[in-house]
Structure formats: C-alpha cells, structure tokens
C-alpha cells in the first residue's frame, strides 16, 4: 500500500540536494518534519529495504537508496533477499495447504 | 499537410549514460551500433519535429498529481535534471513546437481524449539518453508526449494503441507541410526497485518482438494485458512502443537489434517501423 509521506520524503530528497545533505547528516530531524508512522521511521532509519519496498513506487525506491549511498549490488541484494523470502513463504504456505 | 515520415523505438536506462566509459567494449559498441543506426535512419527521414513518447521518471510529476498522459506544448523544454545526465548531454534547454503540439493537443480534446497539458517539460533520462545517443540534432524541435509506464494505475493497451492513432491523425490533418518523425522510448523488459530487480525477461521480449512484427493490434492488445503484470516492472514502458505502433499504422516493424544488456539492467531494443501509406 503506497504511503504518501514516506514518498513525499523520498520524491523532495530527490529533487532537492541541500534537502538531501541534511538527510546525510540528520535523518531523524528531516523524517521529522513528514506525517512519517513510527513504523517507518523507524524502518527509514534503519535501511530496512524489505519494509520500505511495499511503501513507495519501485523506481523512488531505488533513487531513496542511491541517495543514501548504498551501492546498486547490495541494494539489489537486499531485494533479492526479499524475493527469497517470498518464495518461502509461498512454499510454507503450500506446505500447510497440502499438509 | 504534414507527413509522417519514420517512426522509431529506442530502449533507455541510467546505466547506459553512468557507466558509457566504463561499460565493457563490446557491450557498449552494441548499444552503440543500435543507437547509432536509429540516429541515422531518422536524420536520412529529414523532420522538422520529433514526437517523442517516454515516461516520467518522477522529474515532472509525483503521486499527488500524476497524469495518465501529458503533451508537452511548450517553445522551450528543460534538459535533463539527474547529474549523471548532465555530465553526458548538457544541454539546458531543448527546443518545442508549440503550434504542432497545441494542434496535438486540441485534436486529442476533440476526440474525447483528456491529456494533461505542460508548457514546459524537463526532459529526463528517458527521452535524452536516446537523443545523445542517436546524434540527434539539438536544433530539432521536440513534442514530448509523456506515459504514465511507472506507476499503477496505467493507460490501457488498447488506449495506448488509440493514442497511436490519434497522432498519426493529428499528423495528417495538420495545415502545415511539416515533416514529423517519432520515436517511443523505454523497454522492453526490466526489472527496477522490486525484488526481481535485474531481471531481463527474454522470453517476454521476444513475443513482443513477434507481436510488433505482426499486425493484428487486438492480439498485441491481449498479449500485452495478460503477460505486463507478470513480468518486471520496467516493462510497462512498452506503452510508448505501443504508441509507435499504432502511429506508424500497425503494419509491422524491423527490429534492428535486441539483446539482454544485463550491463544496463535492459533488455536493449531498437526498432523502426514500416509505415502505411497516407
């Protein structure tokens, strides 16, 4: 379910360098100026790309985390680790419908 | 009245202009022999604007105002805003076609079509790496169309093959003798920010090629609806070569060249289409 203010974050770092060194700098005094949920902020601080992922549009996640320096190969590794996750998922799930 | 005069299709993707220097030789003298090869196809076509039809990479819009399709109407456009763009195409300011645009517009209300309407676009990395790419004159006036391919949800097929149309019959029924190409940029298949990311779908981009190269558009039409949502997200860009298609009369393409770029995270297509007479 998209969150409009975690991607309000994400669309005004992007178009807004100055924004974007302070969000380097201070994360939790910029995420404090959005309507941001606990939950979120919490997962913002903590480059949590599996709980941000479902949250914003695919393309500004992967600028969120350009801009926050993280390199392509381990972002895409931590959304490849999600991918993983689902096939398991599925898997148990299956396993208990059929078990 | 004017005349279209070549209808093209290019695929785009940040990496291609990031890492250009860097990228391995043979993959690069690849991407740069398709490109090279719609650039030269559209300078021998002689047009006087360039329709191009791309997507928004959220340089223009954002989810609180995010139209289906936007035309772009203005004398001037901005050039690209990412960095990584400027460093390679550094042009600030693109040239318009207002009158042509406008009358693009204003076919589009007269046929019951809504599009947004922009005085002045900034041109991203969907447009610009094909026109750096191609050589594309900087003097050529440029009619931006932008699709929403990024975020769900998006203009239909069918409506997609509709605008084609549209433009097509916007072309011809304008006054002036203008000579107007138009190129569709995006695609074919990637996968961008979702857990499949780097995913180049080949199977789903050869039906396509297949579908392009036949021209029964309800087929294209179904083809399109059932396998998008089961491929990766970048696909969706494949609108904007449905609008080619459809401009171009649905009468079938050559594919100039396609190959996985898993360099650029794409599945790299180039593309020219066979017109239909007037």
Known sequence: ?99 | MAELVGVFAASHGPIIARDWDVMPADHRNKLKAGFDEIGQRLTACRPDVLIVVSPDHWVNFFISNLPAVCIGIGEEHDGPPEPFMQKVYPHTRLKGHTAFGRHLLETALAHDFEPALSHRLRLDHGTCIPLWRMGVDIALPIVPMIVNDLEEPMPSIRRCLAWGRLIRQAIESYREPLRIALLGTGGLSHSIGEATMGWIDEAFDHACIKHFSDSDDERLAAFLTEALPRTGNGAHEIRDWVVAHAAAGSKGFELIDYFPSPQTLVGAGFAAWKLSPT
């Open chain 1, 1 to 99: 379910m998209t969150d409009y203010w975690v991607s309000k974050l994400f669309f005004d770092l992007l178009h807004d360098p100055k924004l974007a060194a302070e969000y380097r700098a201070d994360m939790a005094a910029v995420i404090d100026r959005y309507e941001i949920k606990p939950e979120f902020r919490r997962a913002l601080l903590a480059d949590d790309v599996g709980t941000l992922a479902p949250l914003v549009n695919a393309y500004l996640l992967r600028f969120y985390f350009q801009i926050r320096g993280m390199p392509e190969a381990e972002f895409i590794a931590r959304l490849h680790a999600l991918k993983d996750q689902v096939w398991l998922k599925d898997q148990v799930r299956e396993g208990a419908a059929h078990g």
